[in-house]
């Protein structure tokens, strides 16, 4: 006990008697104190007589803890009157000795114990930290103005491992809803991929048929004309029959194109025959047989060959090849009025060039004409029909030959040249001249 003052029951609260534990001059301040501020702030119209109540309040910022009750005082002539007994606490010795006793040593125990006023700064103890294992409890009785604090010791590891957790929750979130959108981004590919095979697919069909049609309408022309009796010299129909010989042959240089193509493409190996063969005359019945397009064309084929320029080929893969890449200059360079195919040998290499002197290709498109379903702009905007399996199917027999094709500018830059190089074999040991 600090102080005890008693009153009188007079509306102006007389002071009857005021005593201090340790009288000093600030004794008369903390009087007027209590009778000014604190008296009002006391709750007597409800309080009965000799029941104790407690006030824990801040006043300048200095906890107060009163004790108060009504008591009855037995006067001389034998009447009763009331006075009223205010006590004093001294808040440190409550602080010192009750709170020290009761909390537990914070190192020795699970738990961590604090106690903090309304505003939240610390009266005992030290701070706990920010985090939801926090509890705190007010006072019931007696020291109301406070709050006492309990946080389990490990609760800042607790609170950075619900932390970490909460960061993995929200990675792991993100990581999905990074794999939704790269799996819808890949659907979208796919289909937007299958619906350009698909447009790709039915253009290579209506091109396909289309190439068919043409040389198959001038085998029957000249088979009808022959069926009809009308020609009117022999010279004539062996020549209608050299071109129905020779556009049959082209015919099926198309068909085998696609087969060829369709065999390469179910990942099946075509079938080759190798055997030795003599480019020069190989690359010539090629040539024949696309004579009388060039001629409609109003263009020439020219063919120089290297006598006994040999190679190891299938000889109907080779042709094919070559008559792809005689269409094609047909097709492509309508300007040329002669192309010319020739067969030689260059260090230690057949060789086989086709060239023409069109428009020639791009060196950014050198590569990519040999691709399956490439198909070029023309520079004069012209449509060309065609399927674009031609020149990757020239590639396809090329690597089976162990050889290569490759497009270059023809000289002065006009046109271009396709060259087609096989492994030189020489002349088969029967051939060889002393
Ligand atoms: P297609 O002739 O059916 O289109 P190819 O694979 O034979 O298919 O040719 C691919 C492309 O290469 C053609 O579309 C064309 O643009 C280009 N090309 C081929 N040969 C020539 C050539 N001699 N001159 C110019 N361009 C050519």
């Given at each position: 006990m600090a102080h005890v003052l008693v009153l009188d029951a007079s509306p102006t609260r007389n002071v009857i008697g005021f005593a201090s534990r340790n009288p000093g001059p600030l004794d008369d301040a903390f009087r007027l104190l209590l009778l000014r501020r604190v008296l009002p702030d006391l709750d007597l119209s409800t309080l009965p007589m000799s029941q104790i109540k407690h006030l824990h309040r801040a006043y300048d910022g200095t906890f107060l803890l009163l004790t108060y009750f009504r008591a009855q005082h037995l006067r001389s002539d034998g009447t009763y009157d009331e006075r009223l007994v205010v006590l004093h606490h001294d808040v440190d010795s409550v602080r010192r000795e009750l709170l020290e006793q009761v909390v537990p040593e914070p190192r020795a125990a699970s738990a961590r114990v604090n106690v903090v006023d309304d505003e939240g700064r610390i009266i005992f103890g030290q701070p706990l930290g920010k985090s939801d294992l926090v509890v705190q409890k007010r006072f019931p009785t007696t020291l109301y103005a406070w709050r006492l604090q309990v946080a389990p010791t490990s609760s800042e590891g607790l609170a950075e491992k619900a932390r970490r957790r909460r960061f993995l929750e929200m990675s792991l979130l993100a990581m999905s809803a990074l794999v939704v959108v790269a799996g819808a981004i890949v659907l979208l590919l796919a289909t937007a991929q299958e619906r350009r095979l698909n447009a790709l697919r039915s253009e290579f069909v209506a091109n396909v048929s289309h190439e068919l049609k043409t040389p198959l309408a001038i085998v029957r022309m000249y088979g009808e004309l022959l069926a009809s009796g009308r020609v009117p010299t022999e010279e004539k129909k062996q020549q209608y029959l050299g071109t129905i010989v020779r556009e049959s042959e082209r015919l099926s240089a198309l068909i085998e194109n696609v087969l060829d193509f369709a065999r390469v493409e179910r990942g099946k190996k075509v079938a080759y025959e190798f055997a030795d063969a003599e480019l020069g005359a190989l690359v010539g019945k090629a040539v024949e047989a696309c004579r009388y397009r060039a001629d409609t064309e109003g263009m020439r084929l020219e063919l120089e060959t290297e006598p006994e320029v040999f190679a190891r080929v299938d000889e109907r893969a080779v042709q094919l090849a070559v008559i792809n890449l005689v269409e094609n200059a047909v097709k492509y360079a309508p300007a040329s009025e002669v192309v010319n195919v020739s067969v030689g040998r260059e260090k230690g290499a057949a060789v086989v060039r086709v060239r023409d002197r069109g428009p020639g290709i791009p060196p950014e498109d050198r590569e990519r004409v040999f691709e399956r379903f490439y198909r070029g702009k023309q520079p004069d905007g012209r449509q060309v029909r065609g399927s674009g399996i031609g020149l990757s199917l020239v590639a396809s027999v090329m690597?089976?030959?162990?050889?290569?094709?490759?497009?270059?500018?023809?000289?002065?830059?006009?046109?271009?040249?396709?060259?087609?190089?096989?492994?030189?074999?020489g002349p088969p040991p029967s051939s060889v001249r002393r």
């Amino acid at each position: 006990m600090a102080h005890v003052l008693v009153l009188d029951a007079s509306p102006t609260r007389n002071v009857i008697g005021f005593a201090s534990r340790n009288p000093g001059p600030l004794d008369d301040a903390f009087r007027l104190l209590l009778l000014r501020r604190v008296l009002p702030d006391l709750d007597l119209s409800t309080l009965p007589m000799s029941q104790i109540k407690h006030l824990h309040r801040a006043y300048d910022g200095t906890f107060l803890l009163l004790t108060y009750f009504r008591a009855q005082h037995l006067r001389s002539d034998g009447t009763y009157d009331e006075r009223l007994v205010v006590l004093h606490h001294d808040v440190d010795s409550v602080r010192r000795e009750l709170l020290e006793q009761v909390v537990p040593e914070p190192r020795a125990a699970s738990a961590r114990v604090n106690v903090v006023d309304d505003e939240g700064r610390i009266i005992f103890g030290q701070p706990l930290g920010k985090s939801d294992l926090v509890v705190q409890k007010r006072f019931p009785t007696t020291l109301y103005a406070w709050r006492l604090q309990v946080a389990p010791t490990s609760s800042e590891g607790l609170a950075e491992k619900a932390r970490r957790r909460r960061f993995l929750e929200m990675s792991l979130l993100a990581m999905s809803a990074l794999v939704v959108v790269a799996g819808a981004i890949v659907l979208l590919l796919a289909t937007a991929q299958e619906r350009r095979l698909n447009a790709l697919r039915s253009e290579f069909v209506a091109n396909v048929s289309h190439e068919l049609k043409t040389p198959l309408a001038i085998v029957r022309m000249y088979g009808e004309l022959l069926a009809s009796g009308r020609v009117p010299t022999e010279e004539k129909k062996q020549q209608y029959l050299g071109t129905i010989v020779r556009e049959s042959e082209r015919l099926s240089a198309l068909i085998e194109n696609v087969l060829d193509f369709a065999r390469v493409e179910r990942g099946k190996k075509v079938a080759y025959e190798f055997a030795d063969a003599e480019l020069g005359a190989l690359v010539g019945k090629a040539v024949e047989a696309c004579r009388y397009r060039a001629d409609t064309e109003g263009m020439r084929l020219e063919l120089e060959t290297e006598p006994e320029v040999f190679a190891r080929v299938d000889e109907r893969a080779v042709q094919l090849a070559v008559i792809n890449l005689v269409e094609n200059a047909v097709k492509y360079a309508p300007a040329s009025e002669v192309v010319n195919v020739s067969v030689g040998r260059e260090k230690g290499a057949a060789v086989v060039r086709v060239r023409d002197r069109g428009p020639g290709i791009p060196p950014e498109d050198r590569e990519r004409v040999f691709e399956r379903f490439y198909r070029g702009k023309q520079p004069d905007g012209r449509q060309v029909r065609g399927s674009g399996i031609g020149l990757s199917l020239v590639a396809s027999v090329m690597e089976a030959h162990q050889g290569d094709v490759r497009v270059e500018a023809g000289e002065d830059g006009v046109g271009s040249v396709f060259v087609l190089t096989f492994p030189f074999e020489g002349p088969p040991p029967s051939s060889v001249r002393r």
